[in-house]
C-alpha cells in the first residue's frame, strides 16, 4: 500500500501479485480479501477496468463465503467506480453497483453512506439511492 500511496503502481502490482501467490497455500481468507481489494484498487488506478472487476468478482465470492459483508461493499464501490470511470463510462452499473455498497454500508452506520449521497457526482443526482 506504500508504493500505492507513493504511485508507484508497477512496483506494488508486483509485490501484491507476490502475496497473493504466497497465500496460494494458506487459509487466510482475511488477507486474500484485502489483497485483492488492494490489487483491485491498483488495476482501477492504472485503467485496468476489466482485471480490477475480475477482482472484485473474485473477492465478492471470497466475502460471501466468509459473510464478510463489510469487506464486500468495498468490492462493489470498486466496481462502481470502474463503471464509472471505464471507457466508455456505464453509469446504470456504476449506479447499481453504489446502490449495494451503500445499502451495506448503511446497516453497519457507516458515514460514507450518508457523505456519499450529500455529495454525489452529478450523472446519479437523478437516481433514487435510499
Avoid: W
Avoid at 481468507?29 to 491498483?42: D, E, F, K, Q, Y
Avoid at 466475502?63 to 462493489?76: A, D, G, I, L, R
Amino acid at each position: 500500500m506504500v508504493y500505492q500511496s507513493q504511485d508507484k503502481l508497477d512496483q506494488a502490482e508486483k509485490y501484491i501479485k507476490e502475496g497473493l501467490d504466497a497465500l496460494q497455500t494458506v487459509n487466510e481468507p482475511s488477507i486474500r480479501i484485502s489483497a485483492l481489494h488492494t490489487l483491485a484498487n491498483i488495476y482501477g488506478q492504472q485503467g485496468k477496468f476489466s482485471e480490477a472487476l475480475k477482482l472484485d468478482a473474485e473477492g465478492i465470492a471470497l466475502c460471501e463465503q466468509t459473510h464478510n459483508e463489510f469487506s464486500k461493499s468495498m468490492f462493489y464501490d470498486n466496481m462502481a467506480n470502474c463503471y464509472m470511470y471505464g471507457n466508455p463510462p456505464d453509469y446504470n452499473k456504476a449506479i447499481e453497483y453504489f446502490k449495494r455498497s451503500l445499502q451495506i454500508d448503511s446497516s453497519f452506520d457507516n458515514k460514507k453512506h450518508f457523505f456519499f449521497k450529500k455529495n454525489m457526482p452529478k450523472p446519479f443526482l437523478t437516481s433514487n439511492i435510499p
